[in-house]
């Protein structure tokens, strides 16, 4: 059977790809946070550090993993394979329940470059379908419109501190003075992604390595996250809930969009959850 191996460069820094790579098989630092686009913008790694040793007395190593384009299913194959490798003392994930209700498995198929040389990205890609289980089997599907984004990642890359990547300015209309009423419709949960999640939860209790389940910031979402909460609250795990802030909602310059804190608001937030993450920082061993 055809298998290519193709291995990044055990960078740190730069694309997406290589940040990736970097999270399911390079990282090893004390503290870590996982998401999506809202976690690389909204935790200001050096900040959330400098809080927490002062608070504990300590020095700890801490790494944003959080990509952007990278949501729950991805996320939660980063969480599995970051623990299979190494317990961390704490680990961030940043998830909005929306991330639940996807259908869309394409942030989880973009790691199918390691489907032969990494056991949970493999488990992950096969448990989308048959259908997919055997097109990855062959090379051509694995790298199918792949190749050229690890070349333009390796070449371009993001110059990024610690994960962290601000946000700068705002385009929303400052103008606005109200939420949206309009009624939204709601995917139901899809399992695929919430059993992933629930995996993740399930495992990290067992191996007590702590884990905070946490909702950044959005702008006046019309949306809660109630279901994530149940999930969060049947397998123990602490859930920080700051989807819905008025100090964010009353303030849109604190937001490079609608889903996204720029890099003042980055600030205040990290700064808000710190407080909220006190409680948890015991866990730690």
């Known amino acids: 059977m055809d298998r290519v191996m193709f291995k990044l460069p055990d ?18 630092t004390d503290i870590v946070i996982i998401g999506s ?11 959330l550090r400098d809080s927490i040793d ?6 700890y190593t801490i790494y944003n993993a959080a990509i952007d384009g990278k949501f729950a299913n991805s996320n939660s194959c980063a969480a599995e394979c970051i623990i299979a490798r190494y317990h961390p ?3 961030i994930y940043d998830i909005p329940e929306r991330q639940l209700r996807r259908s869309s498995v394409d942030d989880v198929k973009i790691s199918s470059p390691y489907y032969w040389t990494d056991s949970i990205v493999h488990r992950y890609l096969d448990n989308i379908s048959l259908r997919e289980s055997v097109l990855m089997k062959s090379s051509c599907y694995r790298y199918n ?12 890359g993001n110059q ?13 209309d400052t103008t606005i003075i109200t939420r949206s009423t309009k009624q939204k419709s709601i995917e139901k949960l899809n399992l695929y992604s919430v059993n992933n999640f629930t995996n993740v939860l399930r495992k990290y209790q067992e191996l007590g ?18 279901e994530l909460e149940k999930i969060c609250s049947t397998y123990q795990t602490p859930f920080i809930d700051m989807y819905d802030l008025t100090t964010f909602n009353d303030h849109p310059e ?4 609608e889903g996204h804190l720029n890099d003042d608001g980055a600030h205040v937030y990290t700064a808000m959850f710190f407080e909220e993450l006190k409680p948890y920082l015991t866990l730690m061993k």
Do not use: W
Not at 23 to 28: A, D, G, I, Q, V
Not at 145 to 156: D, E, H, P, V, Y
Not at 213 to 221: G, V
């Open 11 to 28: 960078y740190s820094s730069g694309g997406q790809l290589v940040k990736d790579n970097f999270r399911l098989h390079r990282l090893h």
């Open 37 to 47: 686009s809202r976690g690389s913008h909204h935790y200001v790694t050096s900040q």
């Open 54 to 59: 002062a608070y504990m007395g300590k020095h």
């Open 89 to 91: 003392k704490l680990v």
């Open 145 to 156: 419109r792949r190749i050229f984004r690890i070349i333009s990642n390796l070449i371009i």
């Open 160 to 172: 990024i501190n610690d994960g962290y990547e601000p946000l700068y300015g705002t385009s929303i």
């Open 209 to 226: 390595v702590p884990l905070v389940i946490a909702c950044s910031p959005q702008f006046r979402p019309s949306v809660n996250n109630q």
């Open 254 to 257: 604190l937001f490079k969009d």
